[in-house]
T-cell receptor, first 112, second 114 residues
Framework: QKEVEQNSGPLSVPEGAIASLNCTYS??????FFWYRQYSGKSPELIMS????GDKEDGRFTAQLNKASQYVSLLIRDSQPSDSATYLC????????????FGKGTKLSVIP | NAGVTQTPKFQVLKTGQSMTLQCAQD?????MYWYRQDPGMGLRLIYY???????DKGEVPNGYNVSRLNKREFSLRLESAAPSQTSVYFC?????????????FGPGTRLTVT
């Protein structure tokens, strides 16, 4: 069973701080990694994807990937109350075909 | 573009009733998926269709059937609903199952089985 692990939180950060969300995965050959944001009662929304080791920045979001450590993270700079949501880490794994395996999500609360 | 649409948004069923959840995408994607999301369990894949004319089981297929009606539409059928199928159901689509292609989700159907 391919696994994706996330701290469930809740993670509370003050407005303006950096929020750091972490994810580890078990499938060593995974090549594609995604972060989704899910507001309460809404569907998952793709916010970042990363495929190569290192950092990828998009606005206030930075995804970091370390395949040797099987670790992917999401940093949110200058956190805003509107960033309060559950963040899902997803890893594309092979199970007879390529499938997305999701972590259970980390709930982030940004305190004004 | 509407992206991925799902109907209905909410549904209440009695145990043993049947229903079909509808999903359509207008992004010309080849691959479509059905997930369920339960508290504490995360998103789990029920069935997927890698391309028009093919369907395959995911992690939790028992109690469900699917039909890939055409490239745009992928439906999920519950033949005899059970309380364990109370969940939020999401449809998703992607250009392909492989590579770096991303999945995009519909708004979901909240199903309660009493």
């Amino acid at each position: 069973q391919k696994e994706v692990e996330q701290n469930s939180g809740p993670l509370s950060v003050p407005e303006g701080a950096i929020a750091s969300l972490n994810c580890t995965y078990s499938d060593r050959v995974s090549q594609s990694f995604f972060w989704y944001r899910q507001y309460s009662g809404k569907s998952p929304e793709l916010i970042m994807s990363i495929y190569s080791n290192g950092d990828k920045e998009d606005g206030r979001f930075t995804a970091q990937l370390n395949k040797a450590s099987q670790y992917v993270s999401l940093l949110i700079r200058d956190s805003q109350p509107s960033d309060s949501a559950t963040y899902l880490c997803a890893v594309k794994t092979w199970a007879g075909s390529y499938q997305l395996t999701f972590g259970k999500g980390t709930k982030l609360s940004v305190i004004p | 573009n509407a992206g991925v649409t799902q109907t209905p948004k909410f549904q209440v069923l009695k145990t043993g009733q049947s229903m079909t959840l509808q999903c359509a995408q207008d992004m010309n994607h080849n691959s479509m998926y059905w997930y369920r999301q339960d508290p504490g369990m995360g998103l789990r894949l029920i069935y997927y269709s890698a391309s028009e004319g093919t369907t395959d089981k995911g992690e939790v297929p028992n109690g469900y059937n699917v039909s890939r009606l055409n490239k745009r539409e992928f439906s999920l059928r519950l033949e005899s609903a059970a309380p364990s199928q109370t969940s939020v159901y999401f449809c998703a689509s992607s250009e392909s199952t492989g590579g770096h292609y991303e999945q995009y989700f519909g708004p979901g159907t909240r199903l309660t089985v009493t």
